[in-house]
């Protein structure tokens, strides 16, 4: 294990913010992890996966670990199901399409979400009508306090939307997830957005899981931006769930605003739809905006500054609440420390 001094992190994160780290390492196994964290036990340390869901806003005194642990494997459970393993250092669109090419369904409406598969159960990662959760059947992680492994099932894990366990005690760094995917039957969720719509495109009358994933990367590849090309994370913002009094007082100077029900009482409004109202869909300040195809995603176009997109960020929520009243959550975890 060779620890890196000065270290930039510039590739390291999808929005490619220029900062440095003050000590550096990739791990690429449980027993590298275990010994690094017997032998700094005292030292401040922030963790990273594949960087697609950061936000870094300076340099970072401490180490900063790099998980990169690898691996995938499946083991059949009966005629319907396989359990399927994969380490968090997998690359998660690399694991839907190992999954796709051993027949296992049940992910495939989540192809193209960017990341290593660790963040996946701290975020509780969706698309397209599905969560992580739908499918989880538990993930090991080490306990940095106690430096014990420990398994979490699926109830254990606290999923909600865009959040979990992990994401609430970040003492917990995910090490492996176990899936329950389908090997026959395959049960296709095809109703979201414009699945079906983008299947008739392809002419496809019975669409297997392939076609599936194949008709959400054309999708997604419209709407978002390369963050090879351009620097962003995603989504930046959760949609926001607001209740049934808020949404009719709404209604009376919004009559078009788009609602989707989610219990009697509460209900998701897009967030997309709340920024492009506000006027703020393809707005650019100097090196960093929001995309011009899809209101969700802020951008870096060239050497903006994690403070600078931070505060863009903030004048987007401010503008939300002054005009909706309603609180906007950041999905980017925002790495604030010195």
Known sequence: MKIHNNFSLVNHNSFGIEATAEKFISISS????????????????????????????????GLVINLNMKGISSKKIDDTYSEVKINSGENWNDSVKWCLKNNLGGIENLSLIPGNTGAAPIQNIGAYGVELKDVFISCTALDINTNKILEFKNKECKFEYRNSIFKKNKNYIVLSVKLKLTNSNHNLKIDYGSIKERLVQLEITDPKINDVAKAICQIRTEKLPDPKEIGNSGSFFKNPIIETKHLEKLKLNFKEIPFYKISDKKYKIPAAWLI?????????????????????VIVNYGKATGKQILDFSISIQKAIKFIFDIDLEREVNVILKP
Request: net charge positive; proline share 0%.
């Open 30 to 61: 449980t027993q590298e992890l275990e010994e690094l964290i017997s032998l700094n036990s005292k030292e401040e340390k922030i963790f990273i996966g594949g960087g697609s869901n950061i936000l870094i806003t300076r340099n970072i005194k």
């Open 276 to 296: 492009e109202k506000a006027g703020f869909k393809g707005k650019r300040i100097n090196d960093y905006g929001v995309h011009d195809k899809q209101a969700l």
